[in-house]
């Protein structure tokens, strides 16, 4: 029997960067952010014996979707079975529900997910525990416990950043500090959950160009590296302590529909605070997309479309808590307290012809809970 795992996607919550290295990576601080919209990966796997090369085939409903080794779940199940010392035939399908837009963190998703599917069929977590698989098949239990093993985690973690800068994040769910180029994740308490339209723009952006157009223009404004990085361990540090207390732990679970009962107005209010911890934590008044300087003059569009989902210029309507590019987008987000509100952000967009998803965003335990439960 084929194991499903719901992969989920990704916002920043903010994005800061620093100089160029040697490596040709920059160093970043950002937070993660996991939303409920996911698509579905679906891993079948069966062992070989020694000496039978491993092979890997990999399907998709989506053209676009690469279907060999390109692929980031392919990447990601090919040095998983080397690190297991492991060979097996793999069937990895991806069920493209998020769209293929850059900045969402789909493709980095993906390759968590076949390999939380790889780990379900072969049974790894036995292995990882002394102990034999589990016999049915209840995996869900199996795999938090093998997220709780230091030593498997962190070589989970090495593999998934050697496949991309925002692979690991996904290995942590939730409310997520990422520093270094990215792949450095540290997790943080859950911010309570709020509604979230994600707005997908006809435009493509290139994230190695849009980091050398932030070269470009700290080369310009006369930004050194070192001035630079000055600026990036404040804010890491501003990150890290805007949360030290100020958020109550585990937050309010959204789960995987992302929905929350209704009140008696229809309007889905968060059951918890009727104030973010965004605005308590005072993160929403300085958190910044360092990519937006360089990808709005290039993409106006992108720039009336963050309008518009932040609604501040429109008579009457509640504006978000935050409204900004996602990664190096062209994606973009809008965050908001109701449902009632979200769905007043997609109606701003519908008439300029820009498609958006409402979901929500999703704290770790549901992250957790609901990844291989359907
Ligand atoms: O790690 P990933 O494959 O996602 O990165 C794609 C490209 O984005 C890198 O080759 C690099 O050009 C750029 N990048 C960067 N600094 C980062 C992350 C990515 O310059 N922190």
């Not at 092979?55 to 998983?80: G, Y």
């Not at 399908?93 to 769209?99: D, F, Y």
């Amino acid at each position: 029997m084929p194991t499903h795992v719901r992969s989920y996607s990704k916002i920043n919550l903010g994005l800061h960067i620093g100089p160029p290295r040697p490596d040709g990576y920059h160093a970043l601080a950002t937070l993660y952010q996991t939303l409920a919209l996911h698509d579905i990966v679906t891993v079948s796997a069966r062992r070989l014996v020694a000496g039978e090369l491993c092979r890997i085939a990999l399907t998709s409903n989506h053209p676009q979707v690469p279907a060999d080794s390109r692929n980031t779940a392919w990447k990601m199940v090919e040095l998983a079975l080397k690190m297991m010392g492991r060979t097996a035939e793999v069937q990895i399908h991806i069920e493209k529900r998020l769209p293929v837009q850059g900045g969402l963190g789909a493709g980095s998703g993906n390759a968590v997910a076949a390999l939380v599917g790889l780990e379900a069929e072969l049974r790894v977590e036995g292995e990882i525990h002394g102990v034999p698989g589990p016999k049915s098949r209840t995996q869900g239990a199996g795999i938090r416990d093998l997220v709780g093993d230091p030593a498997w985690f962190s070589r989970r973690l090495d593999i998934a950043a050697q496949v991309g800068s925002d692979v690991p994040l996904f290995l942590i769910g939730g409310t997520v500090l990422g520093l270094d180029r990215g792949q450095e994740v540290y997790p943080l308490p859950d911010v309570e959950p709020t509604w979230c339209v994600i707005a997908v723009p006809d435009v493509g952006v290139s994230t190695p160009q849009a980091f050398r157009d932030w070269d470009a223009l700290c080369a310009r404004e006369g930004l050194t590296p070192e001035a630079s990085t000055g600026k990036l361990n404040e804010l890491s540090r501003a990150y890290a302590s805007a949360f030290a207390g100020a958020i109550p732990g585990g937050g309010q679970e959204a789960g995987s529909s992302g929905v929350l009962a209704s009140n008696d107005n229809g309007r889905e209010d968060l059951a918890g605070p009727r104030e973010s911890a965004l605005v308590r934590t005072g993160i929403s008044s300085w958190i910044q997309n360092d990519f937006e300087r360089v990808v709005f003059p290039q993409q106006p569009s992108l720039a009336e479309t963050k309008r518009l989902l932040a609604g501040a210029d429109h008579p009457g309507a509640a504006s978000s808590l935050v409204a900004m590019l996602s990664g190096s987008g062209s994606a973009l987000f809008g965050l908001y307290l109701t449902r009632g509100d979200a769905e007043a952000a997609c109606e701003r967009l519908r008439p300029v012809g820009v498609k958006s998803y409402l979901t929500r965003t999703l704290p770790r335990a549901g992250y957790w809970r609901d990844m291989l439960s359907h």
